[in-house]
T-cell receptor, first 111, second 116 residues
């Protein structure tokens, strides 16, 4: 069974600081996704990573994938309050199109 | 496109009642997914369809849950009878299963279900 673990689960950080969220998964996969969820809202797709060494950047967020280590990171640069949300990584199973989601990382950016 | 549309947005019902959740996927998408989100268990896949056919229902908790997709633009998730432990947010998502689309799943706004 494909397991997806994120850490940390909770993160409080000051504006302007940098931090990294980690996503480990237990079996090989050819796709990894990052989603954002604001409180009481739906999930919004941020990135999809398809190959080893893939790096995607959007604003202050940068995601990378190391398929050999089965690890993805979401790096936050110079955090701002608007980035406060819960971030999920999700890994596609090799046997179909289902996604296994991590528990999510709740990020709070404070002044 | 209006995105994935779910109804109702909120549902409050009493234990033992039947509950039906509805989903309209993005036009042209050939995959439809039902998820349940709770604080304890996180986001769980319940079932997904491809071209209206159920592909994997291994996440459906028990026989009280059933899902149908009678056509490409409509799906239902039914709980009968409902129990308090079914209280959760239920999300529907759809995707296009092509390499170019990368199978990104687009989520609806969710239905918040409370079973008293």
């Amino acid at each position: 069974e494909l397991k997806v673990e994120q850490n940390p689960l909770f993160l409080s950080m000051q504006e302007g600081k940098n931090y990294t969220i980690y996503c480990n998964y237990s079996t090989t996969s050819d796709r990894l996704y990052w989603y954002r969820q604001d409180p009481g809202k739906s999930l919004e797709s941020l990135f999809v990573l398809l190959s080893n060494g893939a790096v995607k950047q959007e604003g202050r967020l940068m995601a990378s994938l190391d398929t050999k280590a089965r690890l993805s990171t979401l790096h936050i640069t110079a955090a701002v309050h608007d980035l406060s949300a819960t971030y999920f990584c999700a890994v596609k199973t090799n046997s179909g199109y289902a996604l296994n989601f991590g528990k999510g990382t709740s990020l709070l950016v404070t002044p | 496109d209006a995105g994935v549309i779910q109804s109702p947005r909120h549902e409050v019902t009493e234990m033992g009642q039947e509950v039906t959740l509805r989903c309209k996927p993005i036009s042209g998408h050939d995959y439809l997914f039902w998820y349940r989100q709770t604080m304890m268990r996180g986001l769980e896949l319940l079932i997904y369809f491809n071209n209206n056919v159920p592909i994997d229902d291994s996440g459906m908790p028990e026989d009280r849950f059933s899902a149908k997709m009678p056509n490409a633009s409509f799906s239902t998730l039914k709980i009968q009878p409902s129990e308090p432990r079914d209280s959760a947010v239920y999300f529907c998502a759809s995707s296009l299963g092509t390499l170019l689309a990368k199978n990104i799943q687009y989520f609806g706004a969710g239905t918040r279900l409370s079973v008293l």
